[in-house]
């Protein structure tokens, strides 16, 4: 399909450039001549520029800005998504720029009086400079759309960091750019048609050939050659520091496409000296740029990348409580305080004797084994790091069988969406914790089953008791997280909860019957023998028929038919 769209878009190219479009009936426009008078091209900017900005393309792009804004920045955790959010706001500014500036260049001939330019004393190349120069104009409204929208983030407590301003002027310069690219198409193909055409044209450009994780290229998500797109969004890793971004080299890289395609609009009337100049230091400033921002992180980067991930305990900052020991990345040590209250909580829902017959609780932060990557997809989590890094991790070292509780790097929300899940996955991990069942999986995503057992329902119902809307998020999740309606293996999620027990949907409507019951009148229950209820041995009919949740909901509770699951029993 790429190729056809290719094919097409040479052959209409091809076909407008074959009429030598340069001539109009009243006679030739006036290109390169000697004494030429470039100080009208100021006064031909400020009417290019107040032209721009009062054409309809324009104004809709303005007016539609702060909702691409608003979209692209809506879940954000740090500045460093939140500023290339902002950049990517900016992105369909640039598209309906294209447009405006292509049909302000086209007026002339759309109207007819195109023919009174060859009377006129300002040569073509003066003309295009001045449209070039009215780049200002559009410039100026990414510009403050960017700020204001910083001020709109810089609201959210949430957010980590500070603002990278870098990436965000990413997206000013594409505006910029989008003003060269309709500049351009208009000289060379002047037919308002191809304002659009080379609008879709970027989008294309950058969707599929800029973007090195698609064909053609089928490179890894956090390969470095990801920088030569317009824009290179972060990876899926989402700890700053283990993803390389050149931002300021980027930014000259496109300051160089910028000037190519200045040229390249000045270069219709002939490559005259000028022109020359004005191509050889694009080209040469883009290939410099782009070749240093593609290059792979060095040896002493990969190491201290490596070391990061391998040996947690050297670089997280751990401080402990009265229920556990929180270790957590730098970046992230602010979520401390949300994870102390959430796996407080949990334990609170069980009974004294279950932390008595525990070791020591430990929550220590690590990367999810299945991340979503930035087309709302699972990857690997390896697929978003550096190449180099990522061939000296494996499963094993990541993510061993240690028993502690691991909350990943990413936000918990639901599949690719913004519903946030309020710690409930990590309660759940607490509550599978406190009755003995393995908190995370380990290796490549190895998880067991516990199918039938009274310590699953009680670990899901101490996760769901001690959640905002906990109820209302179990029942979710056995809708969302179940294939077969048999057991909740989040097959379709595009980011899974870091859980170590593929749990059944039979366990899981036992724990939402056990969400009517007072907490206390449960965990007074469980007291009583609480061995016997932790026991993998003891069925969750027996704690059903116990709390007398029923007859349905025991029935309900009996062992399900064989799933297809290939996970393990639970030890």
Known sequence: MELIIIAVVLYLVFRGLSRGRNRVDGGQLVGWVPATKWRVVAPLARTSVRLVLRHPALVMGVLVTPLMLFAATESVSSWRQASTGIALGLVPLGWLTIVAVNLVMLRPR???????????????????????????????????????????????????GSPQWAEIAAGVLIVAGSVCVGVAVARWLPNPGFGVLAAVATIVIQARFLDVATWPWNRPEGDQLRFVGFLARPTSVTDDFLELRPSGWHLVYLGGLVVVMAGVALAREGTHRPVAIVVGTGVLVAATAGWIQTRPPSTAQHDAMTAYLLEPGNHQICETSATARFCA???????????????????????????????????????????????????????????????????????????????????????????????????????????????????????????????????????????????????????????????????????????????????????????????????????????????????????????????????????????????????
Not at 141 to 149: E, K, M, R, V
Not at 385 to 390: D, S, T
Not at 401 to 414: I, M, N, Q, S
């Open 110 to 160: 759309r109207t007819g009086t195109e023919e009174l330019f060859a009377a006129l004393p300002a040569p073509q190349p003066v003309r295009t400079s001045a449209m070039l120069s009215a780049a200002i104009g559009p410039v100026s409204a990414a510009a403050i759309l960017a700020a204001a929208w910083v001020l709109v983030v810089g609201s959210r407590d949430e957010v980590r």
């Open 329 to 571: 990345y730098p970046n992230f040590s602010a979520d401390v305080a949300r994870w102390q209250d959430r796996v407080g909580q949990t334990l609170a829902m069980l009974p004294a004797a279950a932390l008595a017959s525990r070791p020591a609780l430990n929550v220590i932060q690590r990367p999810a084994i299945i991340v979503s990557n930035n087309n709302c997809s699972p990857a690997a989590f390896e697929d978003g790091l550096p190449p180099g890094v990522a061939a000296r991790v494996s499963a094993a070292k990541l993510w061993p069988a240690d028993g502690h509780v691991h909350p990943p790097f990413a936000e918990e929300t639901f599949p690719c969406s913004e519903r946030a899940a309020a710690g409930f996955f990590l309660a759940i991990q607490t509550g599978a914790w406190g009755v003995g069942l393995p908190p995370a999986p380990h290796d490549a995503n190895e998880r067991c089953t516990a199918g039938s057992q009274a310590r699953a329902v009680i670990a899901l119902w101490a996760g769901a008791a001690a959640t905002p809307n906990g109820k209302m998020t179990l029942r979710d999740v056995i809708s969302d997280g179940s294939r077969d309606g048999l057991v909740i293996d989040f097959d379709d999620w595009d980011d899974p909860p870091m859980w170590g027990v593929d749990y059944t949907v039979a366990d899981a409507n036992v724990a939402l019957a056990m969400l009517d019951l007072p907490a206390d009148d449960v965990r007074a229950a469980l007291a009583v023998d609480w061995s016997r209820w932790t026991d993998r041995r003891t069925p969750s009919t027996a704690l059903a028929t116990e709390l007398r949740l029923g007859g349905t909901v025991v029935a309900a509770s009996a062992p399900p038919p064989p799933s297809p699951s290939p996970s393990a029993a639970c030890p």
